[in-house]
């Protein structure tokens, strides 16, 4: 008793700071029962609700400063451990508490007894050289000191009368008119309480270059009113990244529900294109009812996969669905091998010419089947209601290379074959490699269905397209 601190109490009604607990920097309006203050989870800047902050402007204005007071008395006070299935004022952490009473100069007019049941409305710091005022002895939390003095002065025994309070009051004002360049000393933690532990003074190495760091700031050297106002502004750029931060993440929720509901269109799709099948629907009896489950079914335990389905998988290069259903169609059959080469040139290149030239009837043919089985398979992945647009995804196709990749195929030079289109010559080399990559999947593809007919005839392609300076090493 009689240690001189600096006092920051918060002037509420319900003696938060008298019944213990941590300070919070910002409430929410629901504090736990045993009325320490502590918001509830889910409270503060993370509301989608714009709460008024009681406690001010970025919950720091509604804190009065009354300066350095006396300390009278100290009290341990253990709180009792959580017990399930209570409310909140039965969350309270287990531990001991330490709560204060500080003898502190407020302002006139302050009802002592209220404030001596934890009723601060009245309790207000006295105004800078004012005279007046009363002594009033104030019950608050550890956490509503600022600062220890090494400075102790003698306490008398009862403090009832107003002369003893007021004698007191005298004797703090000696102290601080001795002590004018930032009032009494600090108690020193180190050389004042002897705490040697190393730890410990790494925390006050930082605590100190922390302060200094504060008082560079030009925060710190701002007028009172426009602290506040920057204060207050910051609170609503972090309310603000708050919000900003729950949309991105409704926002990515909503992306996710988008894609899973593509992703069911696509599993639609190939259930239509017969590349997969519903698990069970091909023992179900009768076509009609294995149809209907391929077609309407959006989700389900898993699918099985089909011949389509073990075929497309042996392609990446190029559209699996288009190029799965001419090969299982029979398109390439009645194919030579350079029309072969020359219609899957369509698959490896996306470049729109600025002229083409019409195609011969040897390539034309081919070209209407490519683009009649792509036009089936957009629509029905319109049906499927996957978003596709049937003009541009048959006119994905394009047939300007076909001359050049027919012409290459049966032996030309790769002068000539430039001459035959617009393309550079860096995208026909790209094109060409990419073909090479193509014709070797599809022979693994036509393995994988047993005919080694086509086979043959797309390793063919690959030595008749696989010369010259378009393979050469760079």
């Not at 559209?319 to 799965?324: A, G, I, N, R, W």
Request: proline share 4%; glycine share 10%; with cysteine.
């Amino acid at each position: 008793a009689g240690r001189l601190v600096r006092v920051s109490i918060r002037p509420n009604s319900e003696g938060k700071e008298a019944s213990g607990g941590r300070r919070p920097k910002r409430r929410t309006g629901t504090e736990d029962g045993d009325g320490d203050g502590d918001a509830a989870p889910g409270g503060g800047l993370d509301d989608d609700e714009d709460d008024d902050d009681e406690d001010g402007e970025f919950g720091m204005s509604r804190e009065q400063d009354f300066g350095w007071g006396i300390v009278v008395n100290f009290q341990r006070r253990v709180a009792a451990p959580n017990q399930k299935g209570g409310g909140a004022e039965q969350q309270a952490p287990a531990g001991p508490r330490y709560t204060v009473d500080v003898l502190v100069h407020a302002a006139g007019g302050v009802d002592a007894a209220a404030v001596g049941k934890g009723d601060r409305a009245s309790l207000r710091p006295i105004e800078p050289g004012a005279a007046d005022g009363e002594m009033v002895v104030v019950t608050c939390d550890l956490s509503a000191l600022d600062g220890l003095s090494a400075v102790k002065v003698h306490v008398p025994k009862d403090l009832r009368p107003a002369d003893a309070r007021n004698g007191l009051r005298r004797v703090l004002r000696e102290v601080l008119r001795r002590f004018p360049d930032g009032g009494p000393p600090r108690l020193d933690p180190i050389q004042d309480l002897g705490i040697r532990d190393d730890g410990f003074r790494r925390l006050v190495r930082r605590t100190e270059l922390l302060e200094a760091r504060l008082r560079e700031s030009p925060l710190s050297a701002a007028e009172p009113d426009r602290r506040r106002e920057m204060l207050a502004a910051y609170g609503e750029k972090l309310r603000l990244a708050g919000k900003v931060d729950r949309c991105r993440k409704r926002l990515r929720a909503l992306e996710s529900v988008l894609q899973l509901d593509d992703l069911k269109a696509r599993r639609r799709v190939l259930r239509r294109l017969g590349f997969t099948n519903p698990a069970g629907a091909s023992a179900a009896a009768g076509g009609g009812a294995a149809t209907a489950a391929t077609g309407d079914a959006a989700s389900g335990a898993g699918d099985v996969i089909e011949t389509k389905g073990r075929v497309a998988c042996e392609v990446s290069v190029g559209d699996e669905l288009v190029l799965t259903e001419l090969l299982l169609d029979g398109a390439f059959g009645d194919l030579s091998v350079e029309q072969c080469v020359a219609l899957l040139s369509c698959f490896c290149h996306g470049e729109k010419e600025e002229s083409m030239a019409p195609l011969e009837e040897a390539l034309a043919v081919p070209y209407r089947r490519l683009q009649a089985k792509a036009r089936h398979v957009a629509r029905v992945s319109s049906e499927c209601k996957l978003a596709v647009d049937e003009q541009a995804y048959v006119a994905s196709f394009r047939a300007e290379l076909m001359p050049a990749t027919y012409a290459w195929a049966r032996g030309a030079r790769f002068a000539d074959v430039c001459r035959l289109s617009d393309a550079y010559e860096g995208s026909l080399v790209r094109m060409f490699r990419m073909l090479e990559e193509l014709l070797r999947q599809m022979g693994n593809a036509a393995k994988c269905i047993g005919n080694t007919e086509l086979e043959a005839k797309f390793a063919e392609g690959i030595n008749k397209i696989k010369r010259d300076i378009v393979f050469a090493s760079s």
